[in-house]
């Protein structure tokens, strides 16, 4: 079994990366908010595996709370690497990623979901959207600075410069 693999049956498992999904009611909560997930395996009632393929892009939140309130919010927007890839740790995420964006805090992270809503808005898959934008996004906020919005025109060139490459 291999870093990357969760099954040990199959070959192209080791080229996946595997989201780790909790969800206990008002105590733990992980979930995807965006992304195409190749695989989506329930490990039992409060627990789930989600895998991507290298280069697909997801965002992953994960909060948590006791009994006096949230005491984790954060989102990530990670690339799945390949095999031979460099990556960065991410909790939950095996066995890393390329990380895009990684906020912490309800604000910042309410901030990111707004963000992720206004590209939908525009009729544009966030998994779609042009990597740059999430770094972008990333940066501005820690600064505590107004990010550029997402616009149907930037996305336009992100798809012809890949057309081009």
């Excluded at 990366?17 to 008002?26: A, D, M, P, Q, Y």
């Excluded at 939140?61 to 095999?83: E, P």
């Excluded at 707004?114 to 525009?122: P, T, Y």
């Excluded at 009729?123 to 940066?139: E, F, K, Q, Y």
Aim: aromatic share 8%.
């Amino acid at each position: 079994m291999t870093a990357r693999s969760f099954r040990p049956d199959g070959p192209d498992d080791a080229l996946l990366t595997t989201v780790e999904l909790t969800w206990i009611e008002k105590r733990i909560e992980h979930w995807v908010r965006f992304g195409h997930p190749v695989e989506d395996r329930i490990l039992d009632r409060r627990r789930r595996l989600m895998s991507f393929t290298p280069d697909s892009v997801f965002a992953f939140i994960r909060w948590a709370a006791n009994d006096f309130g949230s005491v984790v919010s954060c989102i990530d927007i990670v690339r799945a690497v390949g095999a031979d890839e460099a990556c960065q740790t991410v909790p939950f995420v095996r066995p890393g990623g390329e990380s895009l964006l990684r906020q912490s805090g309800w604000p910042k992270v309410r901030r990111v979901l707004e963000a992720i809503d206004g590209v939908e808005a525009l009729g544009i898959d966030p998994a779609a959207a042009c990597p740059d934008h999430w770094r972008h996004l990333h940066h501005r906020l820690t600064a505590a600075q107004e990010p550029r919005p997402y616009t149907c025109e930037r996305h336009e060139a992100w798809l012809r410069r890949g057309a081009v490459s």
